[in-house]
Every structure is written in structure tokens, then in C-alpha cells.
T-cell receptor
Framework: DAGITQSPRHKVTETGTPVTLRCHQT?????MYWYRQDPGHGLRLIHY???????DKGEVSDGYSVSRSKTEDFLLTLESATSSQTSVYFC????????????FGPGTRLTVL | GENVEQHPSTLSVQEGDSAVIKCTYS??????FPWYKQELGKRPQLIID?????GEKKDQRIAVTLNKTAKHFSLHITETQPEDSAVYFC?????????????????FGQGTILTVHP
């Protein structure tokens, strides 16, 4: 597995609380992505980054924000968690701007009560 | 953006049989089509990909075919084994942004749960 870690791996929180998930890579890849995985929906892109401090929205970005202050770290924040954000969150990295393999982290299972 | 439809959602085969999963995409400019395999409780991993300048690519028991005219691509697994049981996802790049790049983004299909019975 590529050098990608996610923390925490599991989290249970309550509606309305802020939550931050961290993705850390040791591969020095430029491109990073946050996905959520829900049954029947596959993997849906939340936000992505194409460089330090360069981020943009994906297809399901409402209720999420991201930050990337260093090449190796990409943070996903749920400002005020809702039950609809209960999901498994995957971070991925890629070294190519086009048509390249994405390497996924181990995932974070988030439950919002 | 790109719309990727994947069928079937579940597929059950006997060991040794072949399995075929099909995906359709909407953006005729898409030029890269990967397939990922996700075992239970694990992360997705790339198993094969194809670029739009070729119609077929093989890697041992797996192959991918691409029909650009019809805008669909398929994963073929021959001589299936129980360890092939997993969820398989196809993907395609979304429409390019104004700068002319996808930044490596992918739109994934909904996934196919493949079960291979011994």
C-alpha cells in the first residue's frame, strides 16, 4: 500500500458537532482527494486538492470544507455534523494530473448520532 | 459533469465461470477508464485501466474492452476464483474544467458486488 494514513479510523459523534478527518501521505504526490462511500452510490468526490493551498469542490461538497497547508496533509472538516454525513470516508492521492492511478487510504468510518 | 452507470449491481457466478461488468459514460471526451476492486473492509485498489487509444487490454485473467462510439467499457474476468469476490468499481474522468485538465479526478460507478461460489 502507498504511504497513506487516515485518522481517526473510527469516530462516533453527535449531530451539530464539528469533526475533522486527517489524511497524511508520505509519497509527495501533488493531487489529493476526499471521497465518501455509501451503499448504492459508489465513491463520490467531496473535495480535491491540486497543490498546497489549492483546493476545489467535488460533486457532494455541501457541508464540508478542506484545507491543505502542506503537501503531505489534507484535512476534511464537517463544520456541523448531520446524520446524513454518516459514511465511510476515503482519502486518495495521485501523482499525475491526468489519467493516473489513485491510491486510497484505509478509510475512516464516521457515525453521526 | 460525467455520468457513469454500472451494471449489474450484483453478480453471482460459480467458480471457473466468467464474469462481465459493464459501464457506460456520458462525456465523449473522456479518455481514461480504470477499474478498482474493493475487498470487504479494505480500500479500493486499481486492477486494470485502459486509455482511449486502445480497444482492449488484458492482464492475466482480467481484461477491459472499450467501445468509444457507444461510450461503454466492460471488465471481463475469466476462470473466476473465490478470491475474486469483491466490489468492483468502474470510473471515468469528469468533464474538464476551463483550464483543460481534470486534475486526476474520477467519477465512479455505483459498484458491482461479485460473489464467486466454490
Amino acid at each position: 500500500d502507498a504511504g497513506i494514513t487516515q485518522s481517526p479510523r473510527h469516530k462516533v459523534t453527535e449531530t451539530g458537532t464539528p469533526v475533522t478527518l486527517r489524511c497524511h501521505q508520505t509519497e509527495n504526490h501533488r493531487y489529493m482527494y476526499w471521497y465518501r462511500q455509501d451503499p448504492g452510490h459508489g465513491l463520490r468526490l467531496i473535495h480535491y486538492s491540486y497543490g498546497v493551498k489549492d483546493t476545489d469542490k467535488g460533486e457532494v461538497s455541501d457541508g464540508y470544507s478542506v484545507s491543505r497547508s502542506k503537501t503531505e496533509d489534507f484535512l476534511l472538516t464537517l463544520e456541523s455534523a448531520t446524520s446524513s454525513q454518516t459514511s465511510v470516508y476515503f482519502c486518495a492521492i495521485s501523482e499525475r494530473r491526468e489519467d493516473g492511478e489513485q491510491f486510497f487510504g484505509p478509510g475512516t468510518r464516521l457515525t453521526v448520532l | 459533469g460525467e455520468n457513469v452507470e454500472q451494471h449489474p449491481s450484483t453478480l453471482s457466478v460459480q467458480e471457473g465461470d466468467s464474469a462481465v461488468i459493464k459501464c457506460t459514460y456520458s462525456d465523449s471526451a473522456s479518455n481514461y477508464f480504470p477499474w478498482y476492486k474493493q475487498e470487504l473492509g479494505k480500500r479500493p485498489q486499481l486492477i486494470i485501466d485502459i486509455r482511449s487509444n486502445v480497444g482492449e487490454k488484458k492482464d492475466q485473467r482480467i481484461a477491459v474492452t472499450l467501445n468509444k462510439t457507444a461510450k461503454h467499457f466492460s471488465l471481463h474476468i475469466t476462470e473466476t476464483q473465490p478470491e475474486d469476490s469483491a466490489v468492483y468499481f468502474c470510473a471515468a474522468p469528469p468533464k474538464f474544467n476551463a483550464g483543460g485538465t481534470s486534475y486526476g479526478k474520477l467519477t465512479f460507478g455505483q459498484g458491482t458486488i461479485l460473489t464467486v461460489h466454490p
